[in-house]
């Protein structure tokens, strides 16, 4: 337990440090951390009601998979979304910008999660069942992830601080359901998920790294 919340808290941490490479000795920023830790907490409290309550509006019949788990990927992203926006009228002021509080909530969330993904297959590894996935090929799907995360919170907060929240919370469901389970669906073998995965995990991050850096060389001028 305690590998696996190491290994993702300092994914997550440098993620963090990485987007808001400007400020990253602000408080606001770790603050903002912590609050996409609770925002998963908060999450999975009330996961288990919603699914209930789909089900009871669903008449007692089957639901479609891809539904369940859309809807609960646009509830997170809600969440994430108004924590990170809360956070940012809080806060309102040059430093630190949107994109990088939201960068923070959503690493701060994907520390949390993929620490349950680690703890299960280092749990699995230990066993040592022929055929498994590679521990090395977990992490790298699982870095790929909170990078997505903090990615695709980041971006989505930059959108909505300028005034289109609906595309930012858009693009975050999107890229969530990409990453999982989107990019399991269309893989044609595990090595090609991690590739995937890696694909679109490193290229939501870098969209907020960009567009961060643009951001300060603009205040800059």
């Known amino acids: 337990m305690w590998t696996a919340l190491g290994t993702s808290f300092a994914l997550g941490l440098l993620a963090t440090v990485a987007v808001n490479r400007a400020n990253w000795q602000d408080l606001r920023v770790w603050c903002a951390f912590a609050v996409g830790g609770g925002v998963f907490f908060a999450v999975q409290f009330v996961a288990r009601p919603l699914g209930v309550l789909l089900a009871y509006l669903a008449g007692g019949e089957g639901l479609s998979s891809w539904l369940v788990v859309a809807v609960g990927v646009v509830f997170a992203e809600v969440?994430?979304?108004?924590?990170?926006?809360?956070?940012?009228?809080?806060?309102?002021?040059?430093?630190?910008?949107?994109?990088?509080?939201?960068?923070?909530?959503?690493?701060?969330?994907?520390?949390?999660?993929?620490a349950v993904i680690l703890r299960s297959a280092f749990q699995v590894a230990q066993l040592g069942l022929p055929g498994g996935v590679s521990v090395g090929a977990v992490l790298a799907a699982s870095m790929a992830r909170l990078l997505g995360a903090a990615g695709s919170t980041g971006l989505a907060t930059r959108l909505a601080t300028s005034g289109r929240t609906l595309a930012g919370l858009g693009l975050a469901a999107a890229a969530q359901l990409v990453l999982d389970p989107g990019v399991r669906v269309v893989a044609p073998s595990p090595r090609w998920t991690v590739a995937l995965t890696a694909l679109v995990g490193v290229g939501l991050f870098a969209a907020v790294w960009v567009s961060g850096r643009r951001a300060e060389e603009g205040r800059c001028r």
Do not use: C, D, I, N
């Open 79 to 114: 969440f994430k979304l108004t924590a990170a926006m809360a956070l940012h009228q809080l806060y309102r002021g040059p430093r630190p910008e949107g994109g990088g509080l939201g960068a923070a909530v959503g690493a701060g969330f994907g520390a949390w999660s993929e």
